[in-house]
């Protein structure tokens, strides 16, 4: 049940260096610029960075210098750096490459699950009980994605009780957070709360997160609802990188820039600086040669904070 007690400090996961680059042509990334990227990221604040995959270079060749992103990686303390790793031996790349946890990812309908990773939810799950073990024998903290919890992009049944349920087995398999993803963006504030209802009876709230993405603009007002049933970590992505696969040219992550000004505004701590996320935003969207797809970045000049309509009067 929403219990309207929100919390005082919000953790954000910065997904932008693995979800929203995995987007962008990969002509237009390098190890380095990925490293740049990563490294100011945790710069600005963020303590938990999602960094790179080890997953099918043929299937996300964005992502095929996953391994050097990690070695070459100048570190932060106290920063937590992930990797996706869908199986046994994506376990292996990422204990070789001293990432500080790993994430696997599955999907309540059947239909997604099948185009995406060409099995179903249940088969998937057997797939992680090996790579959970090993995560385990290297003191690896393994957090759960859980795809298409509002909606799927292939027409697959999703229920709230369906997230719970797949939810609760992902906890007792050994995840310590279940991050609840709303992947093609198509939730609102009351389908929201109703999947919140039925996960936060078997899931408690500290070991939830949401991932909404902004495709239908409902993001933020989705965000704001996992707050107030006392969820209090975020996937957002720098600039809103990550564009939906499944609506071409529609948003896909939320922006980290959005998400923290509203933080901010409600006083809720999250130790990021809006100034220097701003500045890092531009710098990222300029590298890539696209348009910024946060509107606070948009709204503020990078680094002098200087709302552009206020420049004009
Ligand atoms: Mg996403």
Redesign the pocket.
């Known amino acids: 049940m929403q219990n309207n007690t929100l919390a005082s400090a919000v953790r954000l996961v910065e997904?932008g260096p693995r979800?929203?680059l995995q987007n962008e042509p990969s002509l237009q990334l390098s190890t380095e610029l990925k490293i740049e990227l990563i490294q100011r990221l945790a710069g600005c604040g963020l303590s938990h960075i999602e960094c790179g995959s080890f997953v099918s270079p043929a299937k996300v060749p964005q992502m095929a210098d996953s391994q050097a992103v990690f070695n070459q990686l100048m570190r932060k303390p106290g920063v937590r750096y992930a990797a996706l790793t869908p199986n046994l031996t994506a376990v292996e790349h990422a204990t070789a490459a001293q990432a500080s946890e790993i994430a696997v990812f599955t999907a309540v309908s059947d239909s997604f699950n099948l185009h995406n990773i060409h099995c179903t939810t249940a088969q998937s799950l057997e797939r992680f009980t090996p790579a959970i073990a090993l995560a385990k024998q290297h003191n690896l903290p393994v957090r759960a994605y859980i795809s298409t919890v509002m909606g799927c992009p292939y027409g697959g049944e999703v229920t709230p009780q369906q997230v719970a349920d797949l939810a609760a087995k992902l906890i007792a398999m050994g995840c310590y957070e279940i991050s609840l993803?709303d992947?093609i963006g198509v939730g609102t504030p009351r389908q929201t709360a109703l999947m919140l209802d039925a996960v936060t009876t078997q899931v408690s709230v500290d070991q939830l997160a949401v991932?909404f993405?902004d495709t239908y603009g409902q993001a933020l007002a989705n965000i704001l609802v996992a707050l107030e049933y006392g969820i209090a970590t975020v996937?957002t992505?720098i600039a809103g990188l990550?564009g939906c696969p499944y609506a071409p040219g529609a948003s896909?992550?939320v922006a980290t820039e959005d998400v923290l000004y509203m933080l901010q505004g409600m006083g809720i701590e999250t130790g990021v600086s809006l100034e220097q996320l701003v500045a890092t935003s531009h710098w990222i969207c300029n590298r890539l040669h696209k348009e910024n797809g946060s509107r606070v970045s948009q709204a503020l000049e990078p680094l002098s904070g200087v709302k552009r309509g206020a420049q004009r009067q």
Request: proline share 0%; glycine share 34%.
């Open positions: 997904v979800d929203g993803g992947t991932h993405h996937d992505s990550g896909g992550n």
